[in-house]
């Protein structure tokens, strides 16, 4: 009898990973390991629910689903994250199919030669699948293409399989489909982001709900019970959730953001100095988010060069393009070009094409740009016309004016880390004379609520978790609050 979760659901799961080219057995090894030290999630559950609240027993209902079905839950999210990555690349994989058809290479060769790409993963799964059914299942390379399209039907990686299934059934020119192809991508490209700015606006106010009406709420229940600190808190506790949320709906980022220990630093100081400190509870919290700050401030960094970098990028498409029009190859025109970047990025690329003649390695926070500089080293041995590169320059200025727009209509979120620490400042003071609970703790409550809508608000308008400007004036604001009297 079936009773394990990757037993029950295994068709499910399988038709999740053949779209992945995730292993069954690799995820059921997984969900046994998980199983196993499963006992001390529960163990550890029991301990916070009698220690800290008894609330904390519902949180086993959670746990045990979660663990039930991680091979479901894992799977379905492994393809999502999967479709959301080929949405991003796609409208570049188009483009280079398109290039490689006007000399007459095929989809497979074309998605090996990308699979080479560090930065690109979409060409490398797909060029494995493709050469798993036709070397393993023995499908010919037609209905190996015509497999991948039909498991590829949602998103936009199945246009351009649709462009070269279309080509060899009815004999249409590859060129010319793939052309409407690349036009389609970019219009439903454009969409995505339309439709992810309806959805972050319902999900606000759902995190309006949670953040600030249900923590008012339990402020007013004071009058008539004892809320203790810890059930005021308990809203906090949906925040993972809410960045999970975000996370699923949401484009895929461009950011490639390179986390380390060492930045993390600050907040361990930070830690130990206000444990070490003879001071009051609310100089200790100040100390603590002072190394958060500090620590964020130091992944932010390679936000603005992604950004930067990105800007960059259409000048940078459009001046190589100039030069190759007078003679010079894709490493001869870099070896020209004047654009620079305050990072010395560019700068870099610029000095080994000089020195090696060759386009030079890069790893920069910003997955487009680092896409971009792989191209030009197939550009530059296959050969390719300074049209490629202006169509190119074309097509990512849509896309950023795409972002840019979307940006600005987020925004306006910006108001809500405004919002949420004034109102619970002006309802503790309301409520300040009758609640139990002092000026400091208060404060501490006020801050802890701002600085978590910040982050969110950071990953919903901002595409990441660590948008400093947004967690800087989540953190101030309280911070000042607490300075003023409650006069009401």
Known sequence: M?????????????SYIEYTGDDFNDIRK????????????????LLMSFTISRFLLFSLIGYGIIVYFFPVIYSWSKKEEYRKVTNLE????????????????????????????????????????????????????????????????GDLMGKIYSAYMVSMDMGVSLKDRLREAMKEILSLYKEDYRNYVNKATELSEVIFSIFLLLPIVLIGFQFTFKVSLFELL?????????????????????YDINMN???????????????????NLSIRFLIIVSGILVSVYLIYRQVRIANQLVKLLPDLLREVADYMKIGYSITGSLS??????KFG????????????????????????????????????????????????AGTLNEIMLVQDSMTKQLRLFDAMVILTPVMLWITFSILGNISSDSATLSGIVVLLYSVTTSFIFSKLSRFTLFYFPTILMGTLIPLILSFIPHVF
């Not at 196993?36 to 163990?43: D, K, L, R």
């Not at 998605?111 to 499908?139: F, R, V, W």
């Open 90 to 153: 796609s409208p570049l994989i188009s483009l280079v199919c398109y290039v490689n058809s006007l000399i007459d290479k095929s989809l497979i060769t074309t998605m090996e030669d990308l699979s080479k790409l560090k930065h690109l993963k979409t060409p490398s799964i797909e060029s494995q699948m493709l050469k798993k059914t036709i070397n393993i299942l023995n499908y010919s390379s037609y209905k190996s293409i015509q497999r991948r399209e039909s498991l590829h039907r």
């Open 2 to 14: 079936k009773i394990l979760a990757c037993d029950i659901f295994q068709d499910k799961i399988k």
């Open 234 to 254: 308990l809203p906090l506790s949906f925040a993972p959730l809410i960045v999970f949320l975000i996370s699923i709906m949401q484009p895929n980022s461009d």
């Open 30 to 45: 997984k969900y046994i390991q998980l199983l196993m030290f499963s006992p001390i999630g529960v163990a550890l559950i």
């Open 345 to 392: 990025v560019v700068e870099n690329i610029v000095k080994k094409s000089v020195l090696e003649g060759e386009v030079g390695e890069v790893k920069t926070p910003s997955k487009l740009f680092n896409n971009i500089i792989e191209l030009f080293k197939i550009f530059n041995k296959s050969g390719t016309s300074y049209n490629v590169l202006e169509e190119l």
């Open 261 to 279: 220990w060492k930045q993390f630093i600050p907040v361990i100081l930070s830690f130990v100095v206000a444990l070490l400190l003879n001071v």
């Open 336 to 341: 020209k070009i004047r654009i620079r970047d």
